[in-house]
């Protein structure tokens, strides 16, 4: 069953925060994008319930993004958060992540904290990539469509093979 894409952000964040790496708004959203992409590559289930977006400055996850857009370009201090449906009280959002799932993603974690904004953007954009065959379809700019998990799947697993 796949995670909330929330919860993946605060593992993101729990795990930059102990390396003592900032990040954004823009880095959250790749580095959720990258770990969901390779998690489909090697599982071939999605990691995460949320639809993957294109929008112009590359693969978004509207649910991060619209949570964490108070932060601008700025490092993010908070976590994300939901409602609980019994009380309609705010909590953080935390996923109980399979053993088996961490091994997979901690290093792909430490890998794309390690990169910087620019590299994470080259990346994202990558011409022929999910991003790219979505967002530049027909030559045409298609800004928030949806890049499906077929497309995200097909790419890593060629990637994979490089």
Not at 72 to 91: D, L, S, V
Not at 123 to 151: C, F, K, T
Request: proline share 5%; net charge neutral.
């Amino acid at each position: 069953m796949p995670y909330d894409v929330r919860a993946v952000a605060n593992l993101i964040l729990d795990r930059s925060e102990k390396a003592g790496i900032a990040v954004s708004n823009f880095t959250v959203n790749k580095i959720a994008f990258f770990l969901h992409a390779w998690y489909l590559a090697a599982t071939g289930k999605p990691l995460v319930n949320a639809k993957t977006e294109a929008w112009d400055h590359g693969p978004v996850f509207r649910e991060l993004y619209s949570e964490f857009k108070q932060f601008g370009r700025e490092p993010i201090t908070t976590r994300a958060t939901k409602r609980n449906p019994a009380t309609a009280q705010k909590e953080t959002c935390i996923g109980q992540f399979d053993v088996k799932d961490l091994d997979l993603l901690e290093p792909l974690l430490d890998k794309y904290l390690g990169m910087s904004v620019s590299k994470l953007y080259e990346l994202s954009h990558a011409r022929g990539g999910p991003w790219d065959q979505v967002y530049n379809h027909g030559g045409e700019s298609n800004p928030g469509m949806h890049i499906s998990d077929d497309v995200i799947r097909a790419w890593f697993n060629k990637e994979t093979r490089h």
